[in-house]
């Protein structure tokens, strides 16, 4: 009980702090906002300045908030205007969202239907493997 008690009190004076809230993921979404904005103009203008359409930099980006990628998009467009500035293509592909790698997994998991190419299981699960061949001949 008094540890529990030790627990609720230590909980309770770290609930003020913004690291262990934000680590815990309660941040305060104005103050994330606050925190993401220069990240985001920073890709708006690398978009721009790529030649990426605003639209293709919100998808890629969605974790940014889009004012900013706006924002710093609108700013370079302005920048490459004045100066006359080509756009520079891009040497690598876009990186992938957050969580593309797990949604990819699990499109992989998925077991395909039997009707595709390249699906040579026998429709009788309990065949052997002289069966399954002569199958596959014919």
């Known amino acids: 009980m008094r540890n529990q008690i030790t627990l609720f009190l230590a909980i309770l004076l770290l609930s003020g702090c913004d690291q262990v809230s934000q680590k815990m993921g309660l941040e305060d979404p ?4 606050a925190r993401l904005e220069p990240e985001a103009k920073a890709v708006g203008s690398a978009c721009r300045q790529s030649g ?12 940014l908030p889009k004012a900013g990628i706006y924002a710093g998009w609108r700013e370079m467009d302005e920048y490459m205007r004045e100066n006359k500035l080509e756009t520079v293509a891009p040497q690598l592909p876009p990186p992938e969202p957050p969580g593309a790698k797990k949604r990819k997994k699990v ?8 009707d595709t190419k390249g699906d040579n299981k026998s429709a009788d699960k309990g065949a052997s493997k002289d069966e399954t061949k002569a199958a596959e001949k014919h």
């Open 30 to 33: 104005a103050k994330k906002e």
């Open 52 to 63: 990426r359409a605003i639209e293709d930099c919100y998808s890629i980006y969605g974790w």
């Open 107 to 114: 499109s992989e998991d998925v077991p395909q239907d039997s």
